[in-house]
């Protein structure tokens, strides 16, 4: 006997979700631990340990085991028709219509919920627990054009996908847009502190992404998108933080991809946690900007001793 588990994560044209995923490997794990053989089938677009499910030969199997979601469709009406010979089985499904023929071709129905049954805990939350990994938050920088033939924003942020997307990680897109009216978006400053601190690291190619990553205790990788680098790795340099890069044009993007897997690596460890920390320390310290503020024209009629400290810095700007 060997048995065949798939679900919507299965079909070409399905959909994978966290849920359907973690169904199939907690009935996975049920089957390893019945001594039942088994595969998952999936999709070439989902990331599980098992053949894909339109490449597998309907023969090999005698049982088939429909995972999660709804039991409904032309795609799970096809799945009867392709394991006619199979035991077909579906379990923690949704029973929208019992009298579907999508419901009707199987053999057995272990429903969650339904219109004839009573609700039961999903499959999903005894899917077992992986290890540990980084949650990263990714802030992008928009377009630019005060750069004009200098920006490389679309290559750069490419590029970056293609990385991140090869990464174990959990990933966060964040925006520092300030939005009082869009939930999607912070309201304030100190909520988006309060979001950026929960991540482990961020990948950045915006000035403030480093800056709040770093304010924060948080490390950064920050990538400057501008070619031969502009203000993000200028701010990298001002705030002594030390994994920043600037893609080269004339080097193969193995180069740079080696570079931020380094950077990486380093974020991550304990020595760029405490650097980090040192960062934020100096970050919060009142900014040479300031004192050059109180120096000059705006801060003459500041009362006695309120002013800051000599500027350094010609006050007169070309």
């Given at each position: 006997?060997?048995?065949?588990?798939?679900?919507?994560?299965?079909?070409?044209?399905?959909?994978?979700?966290?849920?359907?995923?973690?169904?199939?490997?907690?009935?996975?794990?049920?089957?390893?631990?019945?001594?039942?053989?088994?595969?998952?089938?999936?999709?070439?677009?989902?990331?599980?340990?098992?053949?894909?499910?339109?490449?597998?030969?309907?023969?090999?199997?005698?049982?088939?085991?429909?995972?999660?979601?709804?039991?409904?469709?032309?795609?799970?009406?096809?799945?009867?028709?392709?394991?006619?010979?199979?035991?077909?089985?579906?379990?923690?499904?949704?029973?929208?219509?019992?009298?579907?023929?999508?419901?009707?071709?199987?053999?057995?129905?272990?429903?969650?919920?339904?219109?004839?049954?009573?609700?039961?805990?999903?499959?999903?939350?005894?899917?077992?627990?992986?290890?540990?990994?980084?949650?990263?938050?990714?802030?992008?920088?928009?377009?630019?054009?005060?750069?004009?033939?200098?920006?490389?924003?679309?290559?750069?942020?490419?590029?970056?996908?293609?990385?991140?997307?090869?990464?174990?990680?959990?990933?966060?897109?964040?925006?520092?847009?300030?939005?009082?009216?869009?939930?999607?978006?912070?309201?304030?400053?100190?909520?988006?502190?309060?979001l950026v601190r929960r991540v482990d690291l961020v990948v950045t190619t915006r000035l403030h992404g480093l800056v709040l990553a770093l304010r924060n205790g948080v490390p950064a990788v920050a990538v400057d998108p501008v070619a031969g680098?502009?203000?993000?790795?200028?701010?990298?340099?001002?705030?002594?933080?030390?994994?920043a890069a600037v893609r080269d044009r004339s080097h193969e993007p193995s180069v740079f991809r080696d570079r931020l897997d380094a950077l990486w690596d380093w974020c991550l460890s304990p020595a760029a946690r405490t650097r980090a920390g040192?960062?934020?320390?100096?970050?919060?310290?009142?900014?040479?900007?300031?004192?050059?503020?109180?120096?000059?024209?705006?801060?003459?009629?500041?009362?006695?001793?309120?002013?800051?400290?000599?500027?350094?810095?010609?006050?007169?700007?070309?």
């Amino acid at each position: 006997m060997r048995a065949l588990v798939t679900g919507w994560f299965g079909f070409l044209h399905g959909e994978a979700t966290a849920g359907d995923v973690g169904a199939a490997a907690a009935v996975s794990a049920a089957l390893d631990e019945a001594g039942v053989p088994h595969d998952i089938g999936r999709s070439p677009n989902t990331l599980i340990d098992g053949p894909v499910l339109d490449d597998l030969s309907p023969g090999d199997y005698d049982h088939l085991v429909f995972v999660c979601g709804p039991a409904h469709g032309q795609q799970v009406r096809d799945l009867h028709a392709r394991f006619a010979h199979c035991h077909r089985t579906a379990v923690g499904v949704s029973v929208v219509d019992p009298g579907d023929e999508a419901v009707r071709g199987f053999h057995s129905v272990f429903p969650r919920d339904g219109a004839t049954s009573s609700p039961r805990p999903d499959l999903a939350a005894a899917a077992p627990c992986g290890p540990d990994m980084p949650v990263v938050g990714v802030i992008r920088a928009p377009d630019q054009p005060e750069y004009g033939d200098r920006r490389e924003h679309a290559d750069v942020h490419a590029e970056l996908a293609l990385w991140l997307t090869a990464k174990n990680c959990a990933r966060v897109p964040l925006d520092t847009r300030l939005d009082v009216s869009e939930w999607g978006h912070c309201a304030t400053y100190r909520q988006f502190d309060a979001l950026v601190r929960r991540v482990d690291l961020v990948v950045t190619t915006r000035l403030h992404g480093l800056v709040l990553a770093l304010r924060n205790g948080v490390p950064a990788v920050a990538v400057d998108p501008v070619a031969g680098g502009a203000k993000v790795g200028a701010q990298a340099r001002a705030l002594g933080w030390p994994a920043a890069a600037v893609r080269d044009r004339s080097h193969e993007p193995s180069v740079f991809r080696d570079r931020l897997d380094a950077l990486w690596d380093w974020c991550l460890s304990p020595a760029a946690r405490t650097r980090a920390g040192w960062a934020a320390a100096t970050a919060r310290e009142r900014s040479p900007l300031i004192d050059d503020l109180l120096a000059s024209p705006v801060g003459a009629d500041a009362p006695a001793g309120a002013q800051g400290r000599p500027s350094t810095v010609p006050t007169a700007r070309a």
